[in-house]
């Protein structure tokens, strides 16, 4: 087999798959799990529903470059960004968002943010939704909990918004996904269980429609404090 060190020593591009290559034994790297789904195809719309059109006021060119966005160990100020959508079909009665962003070895998608029960006559989540469980505007929303597999089920993130780190998977730029859900229902979660696991199964079934914002964000994105 041909040794690959110079092109480990240059940088080897990153492949999104389920193998990575180990530079000190050039031998592909295999998950130890298979990559889960994101929530948008866990819990997917009934079939022939219209997508929902999701939008942010706070990104340009589809990539995070303002640092209110980051989270506050790079320099950030882990603020919510704003997120719009269209309205649901008929029988919406409730909305829930979910954003998550993909890249690395991670088994599962990283889930920075939660939030369900959100009104049906809301269309917007506004820049700069505090952490607080229970969301003021709009009223009734609440704050789920973030969830990675790093936590392997023994840690619980935090309720609200967690921004992206840039050095996370080495800085490489990879995709975040914002997820919006219309339901038939609310989902009358325990906030304190309101993870990944827990928002997919109480969704199953009372999907009317759905639609994502997705946005990419690497080292090169980030825009340190002046």
């Known amino acids: 087999m041909r040794s690959v060190p110079r092109l480990c020593a240059a940088g080897m591009t990153f492949l999104a798959a389920a193998a990575t290559m180990d530079c000190a034994t050039a031998q592909p790297r295999e998950r130890a799990r298979p990559i889960t789904p994101r929530v948008i195809a ?16 706070d990104f340009a060119n589809q990539n995070y470059r303002d640092r209110r966005f980051f989270q506050t160990v790079v320099g950030g100020l882990n603020m919510a960004p704003g997120v719009s959508w269209s309205a649901g079909p008929a029988g919406t009665q409730s909305y829930v968002l979910v954003m998550e962003g993909e890249g690395g070895e991670r088994t599962d998608p990283t889930v920075h943010w939660i939030v ?77 269980q309101a993870k990944r696991k827990a928002v997919v199964d109480a969704m199953r079934g009372h999907v009317l429609a759905s639609g994502e914002l997705v946005v990419k964000f690497g080292a090169e994105n980030f825009k340190p404090s002046e």
């Open 42 to 57: 866990l819990a997917s719309a009934q079939t022939g529903a219209p997508a929902i059109t999701v939008t942010s006021p």
């Open 116 to 192: 369900y029960d959100i009104p049906a006559t809301a269309t917007r989540l506004p820049t700069g939704i505090p952490k607080d469980v229970y969301i003021k505007e709009p009223a009734g929303a609440i704050n789920g909990r973030e969830d990675s597999s790093v936590f392997h089920g023994t840690v619980d993130g935090e309720p609200g918004y967690r921004g992206p780190n840039f050095s996370a998977d080495g800085g490489r730029p990879h995709p975040y996904h914002f997820e919006v859900f219309a339901l038939d229902r609310k989902l009358g979660l325990d906030p304190a």
